[in-house]
């Protein structure tokens, strides 16, 4: 069994991106039929961008593996085009594969991804693909149990969130919950998170996820998941919000304070697209909490890789190297991460 620092589970999907003058909102959806004013962006006669390898936690995990953590992922992708692009994606970076199951005629998840140039996005994924095969029988929790963190993130179908429930009761205790509930998940509300997040490390959640999640803005609502059991909420902000007179583009809050990292004007700010930028922010976190970082110093990493990740088209395309990384951060804060 290959030795992993870091497994990702969560949905393998193809994204399809576009640009599009204006968003109706910002999030994500796992019905196509039903996006409010899908008509328009039809009308509107969306440039094509590209097609991208993706899935919220596989992005993470791919930028973890660039960095030179031992990862892997479990997860399920056809025997298609897309499953290859994906597959050959992962083992370009390094991650492990060998949980990754290949299912013949099934179709590989994909998601179409709109931004617009006020950098909001809409992701629609698509529901009933491979991604929808993932059976608890799948998933090999001694693989997992080797971990040192497990990162999850959403399916688009109700029976995978049934299984990530049954997995987190049987995971041993040692190993460190990462949880990236996007808009999917935190629209199923607290009362069916709640288990998963008695037993999550840190939360990954954007400020209307959260809104969405506990019904409250992001520092209370951060408040509410430390008293279900997270030990660090952290809340991406985007390009800035105001909190007690500080712009800061991301909150962190723990059982011991509360942690703003604050928008600097040497960052990267030319965006391309956003797409992925929240699954970039948790790869860096991540990196911090391995290599031993606090709060503050996590959170700053996230927002370099980010800022890093959104100078080029698709989710993966502008991650940085480490050697990247560390010398942003010298140039930002005058010292070693």
Request: include cysteine; aromatic fraction near 8%.
């Amino acid at each position: 069994m290959n030795s992993i620092e870091v497994a990702g589970l969560g949905a393998l999907n193809v994204d399809l991106i576009y640009q599009v003058e204006r968003i109706l909102g910002d999030g994500e959806t796992a019905h196509q039929e039903q996006v409010e004013g899908i008509s328009r962006y039809r009308e509107a006669k969306p440039k094509f961008l590209g097609r991208f390898p993706g899935g919220s936690a596989a992005n993470t995990i791919y930028g973890l593996a660039k960095f030179g953590i031992k990862t892997g992922f479990v997860g399920v992708v056809g025997d298609d085009d897309g499953g290859k692009l994906l597959l050959q994606d992962f083992a370009k970076a390094g991650v492990d594969t060998s949980q990754i199951k290949v299912i013949p005629g099934a179709k590989t998840g994909s998601a179409r991804c709109f931004s617009d140039k006020l950098n909001f996005r809409k992701i629609m994924v698509s529901p009933a693909t491979a991604n929808s095969l993932l059976a608890i029988n799948d998933i090999d929790l001694d693989y997992l149990n080797q971990a040192k963190i497990l990162h999850v993130s959403s399916f688009a179908d109700d029976p995978q969130l049934d299984v990530l429930l049954e997995l987190i009761a049987k995971l041993d205790s040692s190993v460190k919950v990462s949880f990236s509930p996007g808009a999917l998940y935190a629209s199923k509300g607290l009362p069916t998170l709640t288990p998963i997040l008695a037993k999550t490390y840190v939360l990954f959640i954007n400020e209307s996820e959260i809104k969405e999640l506990t019904g409250r803005d992001f520092n209370s609502g951060a408040k509410r998941c430390l008293d279900l059991g997270c030990h660090i909420v952290v809340v991406t902000l985007g390009e800035g919000t105001s909190y007690k007179t500080v712009m800061a583009t991301s909150y962190i809050r723990t059982a011991d304070g509360e942690y703003v990292v604050k928008p600097n004007d040497k960052s990267i700010i030319s965006a391309s697209d956003t797409v992925g930028a929240g699954d970039a922010f948790a790869a860096g976190f991540i990196y911090g909490l391995l290599a031993g970082k606090g709060p503050l110093e996590c959170g700053r990493l996230g927002d370099i890789v980010a800022r890093f990740s959104i100078t080029r088209v698709g989710a993966r395309q502008g991650l940085p190297t480490l050697g990247e990384l560390t010398q942003r951060y010298q140039e930002l804060y005058s010292k070693q991460p």
